[in-house]
């Protein structure tokens, strides 16, 4: 099932109304201006703010879906869109968790997904199998941008699961290229040990640690169909 977070929008216009109205500059701004002053600062602090709203984890994720707001009617056909895509992961992936935030679409890939064994970032073909299930849906959308996060268990130095997190992500990355998704449309940031949705005192918290995340959010064409109605 797809989760949705409730309320967001009051929580955007609540928030943006105290920021806006808290500086003169904005009683000459367009709506156009005032829009792109909610989604920036709306998105960055209902970044920070929000994480708990959707379970623990996925701060990178939640951050990087609510700073590409781009809220009014544009961002309604966006969020009709992403809709519609997370319904068509959550049919095609039952084991991921998929939460429709804001515009975009926050996916958690772990152990039942896309499973890492300990100290390893190379794709098993469990993982391999279930990413081409994810490689239709992005293929009939192909006007998204996504960043991919990795993330490591709590095992060892920080520097070191930083790097092992990143060569995860990019692990990642290169399998969806190799099956023909255009390479620019991914960004990759490995966590480390960041956000661990599970406890990291047990072997079976730890290997849900080891896992990828996904902030899927609208490119500038579809921003811009979008605008113009489309």
């Known amino acids: 099932m797809v989760k949705k977070i409730t309320n967001l929008a009051l929580a955007a216009v609540i928030l943006s109304s105290i920021l806006l109205n808290?500086?003169?500059?904005?009683?000459?701004?367009?709506?156009e201006q005032r829009g792109v002053a909610i989604g920036a600062a709306g998105g960055a602090v209902l970044g920070a703010v929000l994480g708990n709203n959707i379970g623990?984890?996925?701060?990178?994720?939640?951050?990087?879906?609510?700073?590409?707001?781009?809220?009014?009617?544009?961002?309604?056909?966006i969020g009709n869109k992403m809709d519609k895509q997370a319904r068509e992961i959550d049919n095609a992936l039952p084991g991921a968790d998929v939460v429709r935030v804001?515009?975009?679409?926050?996916l958690v890939l772990g152990e039942n997904a896309v499973r890492f064994d300990f100290n390893k970032s190379t794709l098993t073909s469990q993982a391999k199998a279930n990413l081409d299930k994810l490689v239709k849906v992005f293929t009939e959308y192909p006007d998204t941008n996504i960043v991919i996060y990795g993330y490591t268990d709590n095992k060892g130095a920080a520097d070191y699961n930083l790097k092992?997190?990143?060569?995860r992500a990019n692990s990642v990355k290169a399998y969806l290229a190799k099956k023909g998704l255009a390479a620019?449309?991914?960004?990759?940031?490995?966590?480390?040990m960041a956000d661990p949705i599970e406890s990291n005192d047990t072997d079976a918290g730890r290997s849900k640690n080891r896992r990828v995340e996904f902030a899927i959010t609208a490119n500038d064409k579809m921003v811009q169909d979008a605008q113009n109605g489309k």
Do not use: P, W, Y
């Open 164 to 167: 092992l997190s990143q060569d």
């Open 56 to 77: 623990k984890g996925g701060n990178g994720a939640v951050g990087a879906v609510l700073g590409g707001v781009v809220g009014g009617v544009a961002g309604g056909i």
């Open 184 to 192: 620019s449309r991914f960004t990759t940031t490995g966590m480390g």
């Open 102 to 106: 804001g515009e975009g679409i926050k």
């Open 22 to 31: 808290s500086c003169q500059a904005v009683k000459n701004s367009s709506n």
